[in-house]
């Protein structure tokens, strides 16, 4: 079964630095563009990045971009999400995904269980 | 980014209606749109990609249609599990953007 596993939910203060984590199994982690969708309460989704782990090409929404680092390690068939400095606003659920196929144009088609962020 | 505003926000409907949820585009996104379902407290679910096909495992009473900017969403026959919030989502640019979500609800 294709399952992707997060770390727990995180409570922390402003200005401290945080990495999340997503767990693959039941596929070949390298094959697939993996991804970070950031849901703030009451909202929509919003697609922060996605990451190739065979090579670790990574695309960041401008939104996103020099805001948190996407990350992976395919040795273990993790893929992270870091902060370096939280502010409130980064309050939310944090759901990573994978890309239905290996393009990097390509819907989300097996998702964690999300992580709860409150700073 | 790529706007996609979707319509109505929150719908009323009760089982056995036909329901249709439209989303628009700000910009041509050459059919590359998928359609979510989400559930209070859980991840959103995948039901149709490039605009019309439907993901496996997805019931057949679902179905998407639409090109170019604008599209829908349509439930043949809505059934209990259906009551949740659906949302659009466009990955034809770099970046990929989602609609604001339109609650099905019960009337």
């Known amino acids: 079964e294709v399952q992707l596993v997060q770390s727990g939910a995180e409570v922390k203060k402003p200005g401290e630095s945080l990495k999340i984590s997503c767990k693959a199994s039941g596929y070949s982690f390298s094959s697939y563009w993996i991804g970070w969708v950031r849901q703030m309460p009451g909202k929509g989704p919003e697609w922060m990045g996605i990451i190739f782990p065979g090579d670790s090409d990574t695309r960041y929404s401008p939104s996103f971009q020099g805001q948190v680092t996407i990350s992976a390690d395919k040795s273990i068939s993790t893929a992270y999400l870091q902060w370096s400095s939280l502010k409130a606003s980064d309050t939310a659920m944090y759901y990573c995904a994978r890309h239905s196929s290996g393009w990097d144009q390509a819907p989300f088609d097996v998702w964690g269980q999300g992580t709860v962020v409150t700073v | 980014d790529i706007q996609m505003t979707q319509s109505p926000s929150t719908l009323s409907a009760s089982v056995g209606d036909r329901v249709t949820i439209t989303c628009r585009a700000s910009h041509n996104v050459n059919n590359w749109l998928a359609w979510y379902q989400q559930k209070p407290g859980k991840a959103p679910k995948l039901l149709i990609y490039?605009?019309?096909n439907l993901e496996s495992g997805v019931p057949s009473r679902f179905s998407g249609s639409g090109s170019g900017t604008e599209f829908t969403l349509t439930i043949s026959s809505l059934q209990p599990d259906d009551f949740a919030t659906y949302y659009c989502q466009q990955y034809d640019s770099f970046s990929p953007t989602f609609g604001g979500g339109t609650e099905v609800e019960s009337k």
């Open positions: 490039k605009a019309s």
